[in-house]
């Protein structure tokens, strides 16, 4: 049995598929995966035994302004991106008994896998992705937000951009398949029976007619790896710190600064993590400590709080491990969305927006290192599943046999 998987994106959309990757191999499924060719992630595939197939340019050169591409840059990345699925997913999907895509980016998966006669599974990892009436569509860089003040109309609105943008070069390649035209792009990825792989207790599924989702909890392997020593010995030489991470994110480069001083204001240590923007300390201090990759599972247990971008990955691991998080979300995809999931759950503070000024991080620290937060935060971080990706493997494997 073989299956293929696909997405394109940062470490927050890799990772999760790398997660069910070795939950299928488990069960003796051969995996294939097309990601970035970012060389980080081919290691990762290569050290997993997955055998990567590279498509799109490295995500990391797209990522390397502190502002997203231009929206006509956007158009066009986009357009040759479906170009390049439909050159390389046929021959990816060879042999293969079902297609897993994870995200709106993955416009050829479907037509691939229907010319191929396989199995199709759309995943997302956030319920906002997904149309229902009970929230709006999430930001999506380069087109204009939906002007409408129901949901409903929203995500009509959001339906026809998308088709707008890869209804012409999408049918050109399903006519060239012999396959029929669509007319609803993103209904046509997303499919009526997607997966939601995210915990139901940090961000649920309300059931939505039209759709029916399956939500199997986030997917995430166990990280058994130590702290750098040098990070361990910072962590015992003190009280608890803050820390300060984006991961694959460019913020503002004052939002670093800020933190430390806002953190520092609170009596508190600090400990930056420099990901994509290289973040660095603001001076030589003994209280900031500046680290590279880390085994976050077992860090954000020795952390005071958590201050991120509302990644989904980072919002999981945050929670689990029992955290308090202050979350700075970009204007972009899920980001608002967890944010306001973090709020709404009383385990920590979501900013309005990417501007973290000392004075806002500084009323959020107050509140993230009471003894309330951090008490609600553990008893949520209990709840949280660690066995997502192992349901995902379990479903997919009996469907195909």
């Not at 660095?280 to 500046?290: E, I, N, P, Q, W």
Request: proline share 9%; with cysteine.
């Amino acid at each position: 049995m073989r299956v293929l998987l696909t997405t394109y994106g940062t470490r927050g959309d890799v990772e999760p598929l790398l997660a069910l990757a070795v939950r299928l191999q488990e069960r003796g499924v051969e995996v294939r995966m097309c990601a970035p060719p970012d060389e980080e992630f081919a290691e990762r595939l290569a050290g997993l035994g997955v055998q990567p197939v590279p498509v799109g340019p490295p995500v990391k050169e797209l990522m390397r302004g502190t502002t997203l591409p231009s929206a006509a840059d956007l158009s066009r990345y986009r357009t040759e991106m479906v170009d390049e699925q439909f050159a390389v997913l046929p021959a990816a999907a060879g042999g293969c008994d079902a297609l897993v895509a994870a995200g709106l980016a993955q416009v050829a998966a479907r037509s691939v896998a229907e010319a191929a006669g396989i199995r199709y599974v759309y995943v997302s990892y956030a319920a906002v992705n997904l149309p229902s009436p009970y929230h709006a569509p999430p930001p999506r860089p380069g087109w204009p937000a939906p002007e409408a003040a129901d949901n409903r109309t929203r995500w009509e609105l959001d339906a026809q951009h998308v088709t707008e943008q890869f209804g012409g070069p999408l049918n050109s390649h399903r006519a060239s398949l012999g396959l029929p035209p669509v007319d609803n792009v993103r209904d046509h990825v997303y499919s009526d029976r997607p997966w939601l792989a995210a915990d139901p207790v940090l961000g649920a599924w309300r059931e939505t007619p039209g759709l029916d989702v399956t939500q199997t909890g986030a997917w995430s392997l166990p990280d058994e790896r130590p702290l750098p020593a040098d990070l361990s010995t910072f962590l015992d030489a003190g009280e608890p710190p803050v820390y300060v991470g984006f991961g694959s994110m460019r913020p503002s480069p004052d939002i670093a600064r800020n933190a430390v001083e806002a953190i520092r204001a609170q009596g508190r240590r600090v400990l930056v993590s420099r990901g994509w923007a290289d973040l660095d300390l603001v001076d030589g201090r003994d209280d900031c400590f500046a680290i590279g990759e880390a085994n976050h599972q077992r860090l954000f247990g020795e952390v005071a709080a958590v201050v991120h971008h509302g990644g989904a990955g980072t919002t999981v691991t945050a929670a689990r491990a029992g955290a308090p998080q202050v979350v700075v979300p970009l204007q972009l995809a899920d980001n608002p969305y967890w944010a306001g999931r973090v709020a709404d759950l009383d385990i920590g503070v979501a900013l309005d927006g990417p501007a973290a000024t000392v004075e806002s991080l500084g009323v959020a620290f107050k509140t993230v290192l009471a003894p309330g937060t951090r008490a609600r935060a553990k008893a949520l971080g209990a709840r949280i599943r660690t066995d997502g990706a192992a349901v995902a493997a379990g479903l997919l494997a009996e469907t195909l046999h």
